[in-house]
């Protein structure tokens, strides 16, 4: 850091919550710069000690993406009173925390980061950013059904309609399907809405982004190519903060 910034921003920077939680925790009186209570608005200088409570924070300069493919059963949450939470499973070195959620009992592609505005720009819905899924439901799929979930569905529990979205089938019983939005178990309500129960559910992509052959389990970091293009897909997008729900 060479310049001063906003201790919203510097907050969310350096992975310690979303800028919307730091205002939050201003106004609450839980955050000082060098001894002074912070006020909204104050800007962090180099060589400035933050503390968050009673523990210093350090704005983490590394920018730290990864892919993680994520088993059932490994909640998408930074709260340690979860047992099954990502951020004890991966055990990265550094603090980082996941971007969206991907539901407990769903496998495959997740991303962490240390970014703040990464998330931000990456997972508000407006921006229109792709993820894809495969999905195994328990009986045979039909054309009918294929349609009707392409076309946008009428969620009555979350009283919103889906977005019209490729879907395209894969075999008997399994199609794959790319959204642009993150309802909260999103296809898992799609398809019970027609009757069909999602045997199993695995996302392949966000974005850019693909799980390829990274073994379950396990994280990898992203490349520099895939991080350029990322950059690039990410330019135009709204950083307006999404409220976090880990």
Excluded at 124 to 129: A, F, V
Excluded at 191 to 199: D, W
Aim: proline residues 3%; charged residues 35%; aromatic residues 6%.
């Amino acid at each position: 850091m060479t310049e001063p910034i906003r201790i919203n921003k510097y907050l969310s920077e350096a992975g310690v919550c979303s800028r919307r939680e730091a205002d939050r925790q201003i106004e609450a009186g839980h955050v000082t710069i060098n001894g002074r209570k912070a006020v909204m608005g104050d800007k962090v200088a180099p060589g400035d000690i933050v503390l968050f409570g009673k523990k210093q924070v350090s704005k983490e300069e590394e920018i730290i993406l990864l892919a993680v493919n994520k088993p059932r059963g490994i909640v998408c949450t930074a709260e340690k009173r979860e047992r099954d939470n990502i951020v004890d499973f991966v055990n990265y070195p550094k603090r980082v925390y996941p971007v969206g959620r991907l539901d407990k009992e769903s496998r495959g592609l997740i991303l962490m980061t240390n970014q703040g505005e990464l998330v931000n720009k990456m997972m508000r819905s407006g921006n229109l950013h792709e993820k894809e899924y495969i999905v195994r439901v328990n009986r045979d799929i039909t054309k009918e059904f294929l349609e009707k979930m392409a076309a946008g569905v009428y969620l009555e529990e979350l009283d919103a309609t889906t977005r019209p979205c490729p879907v395209e089938q894969l075999g008997k019983r399994t199609f794959r399907i790319i959204l642009t939005q993150g309802m909260n178990r999103q296809i898992r309500r799609m398809c019970e809405k027609f009757h069909y129960r999602v045997v199993d559910l695995k996302r392949t992509r966000i974005m850019n982004i693909r799980l390829g052959d990274l073994k379950e389990g396990t994280y990898r970091k992203i490349s520099q190519e895939e991080w350029k293009e990322l950059q690039e897909l990410i330019k135009d997008s709204s950083n307006e903060t999404v409220i976090p729900k880990w």
